[in-house]
């Protein structure tokens, strides 16, 4: 029974862990959504971008590590920037299907971009931080994990320094309310836009370096964002707090179904498992646990 009850904290607290370096990811998700009310389906592609970014700068003889993570996060930024301006600045006001598919077929380039120009090997994001798990009471984690929690609890806390005390954040939360009365009280909008899919970028690149240290970096890593879009149903598409639960949830319930599942049916559960947790909400709660629930007159 010890053991059963060992085994079974195990899990959760790794499943945990993992769901705190989802919600890293789903914030990107969740920025873009509460400023433009679009859903950017290429943030795994962004991920993977970061990534390789990483990777290539710390193949560079003698590039500190603090160095490579600073370029992937400046580039990551710099992307963003040019993308909100060229591609989807144009589309504002058009239906928003139009900036869906507009990131699909971005996420698409994406993908096909490194096989062309650095090749499509595997490369590896080394932190220099080892791999023997560190061990804390009856638990251990691998320090890759440990960093990706501590991490992401750091931006977090940053994060909603910025949107509660700055300037900038109280601005940019009235342009996720209301875009219409923001620009009534002199609030530049499109700026704000720009801003947040900056931050998108720079929560991308701080992602791909974490990610791609664990599972190296190839197109394979795009699948991230993918696995993340559970997270961010199931937490509610504009809700930072919706991020945070619903990758802790996401992050258990693949642990447990690995570890209680997977020696039955020979494993991969916990690939499909967030999919069947995003159906169920969708069918009781299609906003999300934090989710806004709007009400449309017809």
């Given at each position: 029974?010890?053991?059963e009850?060992?085994f079974?904290?195990a899990?959760?607290?790794?499943?945990?862990?993992?769901?705190l370096?989802?919600s890293?990811?789903?914030?990107?998700?969740?920025?873009?959504?509460?400023?433009t009310?679009?859903?950017?389906?290429?943030?795994g592609e962004?991920?993977m971008?970061?990534?390789?970014?990483?990777?290539?700068?710390?193949?560079?003889?003698?590039?500190p590590?603090?160095?490579a993570?600073?370029?992937?996060?400046?580039?990551?930024?710099?992307?963003?920037f040019?993308?909100?301006?060229v591609v989807?600045?144009?589309?504002l006001?058009?239906?928003?299907?139009?900036?869906?598919?507009a990131?699909?077929?971005l996420?698409?380039?994406?993908?096909?971009?490194?096989?062309?120009?650095?090749?499509?090997?595997?490369?590896?994001?080394s932190?220099?931080?080892g791999?023997m798990?560190?061990?804390?009471?009856?638990?251990?984690?691998?320090?890759i994990?440990?960093?990706?929690?501590?991490?992401?609890?750091g931006?977090?806390a940053?994060?909603t320094?910025?949107?509660?005390?700055?300037?900038?954040?109280?601005?940019?939360?009235?342009?996720?309310?209301?875009?219409?009365?923001?620009?009534?009280?002199?609030?530049?909008?499109e700026?704000?836009f720009?801003?947040a899919?900056?931050?998108?970028?720079?929560?991308?690149?701080l992602?791909?370096?974490?990610?791609g240290?664990?599972?190296?970096?190839?197109?394979?890593?795009?699948?991230v964002?993918?696995?993340?879009?559970?997270?961010v149903?199931?937490?509610?598409?504009?809700s930072i707090?919706?991020?945070v639960?619903g990758?802790?949830?996401?992050?258990?319930?693949?642990?447990?179904?690995?570890?209680?599942?997977?020696?039955?049916?020979?494993?991969?559960t916990?690939d499909f498992?967030?999919?069947v947790?995003?159906?169920?909400?969708l069918?009781?709660?299609?906003y999300g646990?934090?989710?806004?629930h709007?009400?449309?007159?017809?």
């Open positions: 029974m010890w053991e009850l060992q079974a904290s899990l959760v607290v790794s499943g945990l862990s993992i769901g370096m989802y890293l990811i789903a914030l990107g998700f969740v920025l873009v959504y509460k400023a009310d679009a859903i950017n389906f290429a943030q962004f991920v971008l970061a990534g390789f970014v990483a990777a290539l700068a710390l193949a560079a003889k003698g590039m590590v603090l160095a993570v600073g370029i992937a996060v400046a580039v990551m930024v710099a992307f963003s040019a993308l909100e301006r989807l600045r144009p589309l006001g058009r239906p928003i299907i139009a900036v869906i598919m990131t699909i077929g996420g698409a380039m994406l993908r096909g971009l490194p096989p062309i120009t650095v090749g499509g090997e595997t490369r590896a994001v932190l220099h931080i791999d798990p560190i061990g804390f009471g009856p638990f251990s984690l691998p320090p994990q440990i960093l990706g929690v501590v991490v992401t609890l931006f977090l940053l994060f320094w910025f949107f509660l005390k700055s300037r900038m954040g109280v601005a940019m939360r009235a342009v996720a309310d209301n875009q219409q009365v923001a620009m009534a009280m002199g609030i530049n909008v700026r704000y720009a801003l899919w900056a931050m998108a970028g720079t929560v991308s690149a992602g791909g370096v974490i990610w240290s664990m599972l190296g970096v190839d197109v394979h890593l795009a699948l964002g993918l696995k993340v879009f559970p997270v149903i199931l937490g509610g598409l504009d707090l919706g991020a639960v990758g802790l949830i996401v992050g258990v319930v693949e642990s447990l179904a690995a570890g209680y599942l997977d020696p039955y049916v020979g494993g991969g916990k498992a967030p999919y947790l995003m159906i169920i909400a069918m009781f709660r299609p646990i934090f989710g806004t709007r009400i449309e007159r017809v």
